[in-house]
């Protein structure tokens, strides 16, 4: 019996002196980015304190921490997490990891490669997990992609005790504006990192910042107004038909691109059609909706063209998510599989519209 407490108390020793050899680096060591504006916004993609005339629903999802990142240097053989979000409710159309959770990559000769995640608690608002483990003692880079749906309170790294740690900053040559809806924000991908923003900044190298708003991509002048004071932004993309109606289409797009071309009058635009939701097969409302909000964004589209507005360019919803029906998870928000077919025909336009 003596042994059997022996044995315990000595478990218990080990378990707390891997506790203790550890160091935590504080998110202060690290630099955000993946967000539009320089200034300190702690978590959050814009100061809505700043912007106080933007709808109070999108200043709320702009707490969200979609599409924001770190990026470090260490030799630790594991890699852990501990972290705060703002609520620990999850959507019924999402995995915990890409609402709640990070999303880590390592850059290789030939990109970033995934190395894990983290997995939040459930039912708490504070969790903590190793990413990985059992690595090589070699330095690496990481990637570390926020949650998308939640706003993040606070985060802190733990390493090897003796391992080395140096905060990097990713340079660009090319920033992207994305703004849209949930699909843009990131439902329903998997993880961080698969949203469709992430997969293109990580494939072409740009900063892509990811400006979705799910559920309220509805193209206030308000919005127009906010992305105006983004300096030096070499593309906007306007993923946004899909949470307006075809009468908000019709009122609302060419003022918006007019009010965006006061600040941006060289900027390339790219507008993107609503893609085809698959929960119209048999909804023929949803089916009626769907083809009046890009009939409609069309006629305003060739009706910018008209008016002289130049450096526009349009991409049809054709094929976006396949044509075999199995590219969403809902009906409406690509699935991994979705984001990827997104990802190859975007991608390309994005590329030639810059090579431009």
């Known amino acids: 019996m003596r042994t059997k407490y022996l044995l315990i108390i000595v478990g218990l020793l080990s378990s707390l002196s891997d506790i203790r050899a550890q160091q935590v680096i504080p998110s202060s060591k690290l630099t955000v980015q993946g967000r539009a504006f ?23 999802l702009f707490t969200h921490s979609a599409g924001l990142f770190v990026t470090f240097r260490t030799n630790s053989t594991k890699l852990s997490i501990d972290w705060e979000t703002g609520d620990a409710a999850l959507a019924n159309n999402s995995t915990p990891i890409m609402s709640r959770g990070f999303d880590a990559y390592v850059k290789e000769s030939d990109g970033w490669r995934f190395a894990g995640v983290a997995r939040p608690h459930l039912k708490n608002v504070e969790s903590s997990f190793t990413i990985v483990e059992n690595m090589e003692k070699t330095e690496k880079e990481f ?22 740690f140096f905060p990097t900053v990713q340079q660009f040559d090319k920033k992207i504006i994305v703004y849209g809806s949930s699909i843009v924000h990131g439902a329903s991908a998997s993880r961080p990192g698969l949203a469709y923003p992430a ?27 906010m992305i105006n004071d983004i300096q030096d932004v070499d593309l906007i993309v306007l993923d946004c038909v899909p949470n307006c109606s075809p009468q908000q289409v019709t009122e609302r797009t060419f003022a918006f691109v007019q009010e965006l071309r006061k600040a941006h009058p060289n900027t390339p635009i790219l507008l993107m059609e609503s893609i085809i939701r698959q929960i119209g097969n048999y909804n023929l ?3 009626k909706k769907r083809h009046e909000q890009n009939i409609n964004f069309k006629a305003e589209y060739e009706r910018l063209l008209a008016a002289g507005y130049k450096n526009l360019f349009y991409l049809p919803a054709d094929h976006l998510i396949g044509d075999d029906y199995e590219g969403t998870v809902d009906g409406t928000h690509p699935t991994d599989v979705g984001f990827e077919r997104m990802v190859k025909i975007i991608q390309p336009e994005i590329e030639k519209i810059l090579q431009r």
């Open 143 to 164: 990637l570390l992609y926020f949650p998308l749906y939640k706003e993040l309170r606070s985060f802190q790294l733990h390493i090897d005790e003796h391992a080395t």
């Open 199 to 225: 997969k293109i900044a990580r494939s072409i190298h740009a900063d892509v910042i990811n400006m979705g708003v799910s559920g309220n991509a509805k193209m206030e002048l308000e919005v127009a107004q």
């Open 285 to 287: 409302e949803w089916k």
């Open 38 to 60: 320089t200034e300190n916004l702690g978590f959050h993609r814009v100061d809505t304190t700043k912007y106080k005339s933007l709808p109070s629903a999108v200043k709320k």
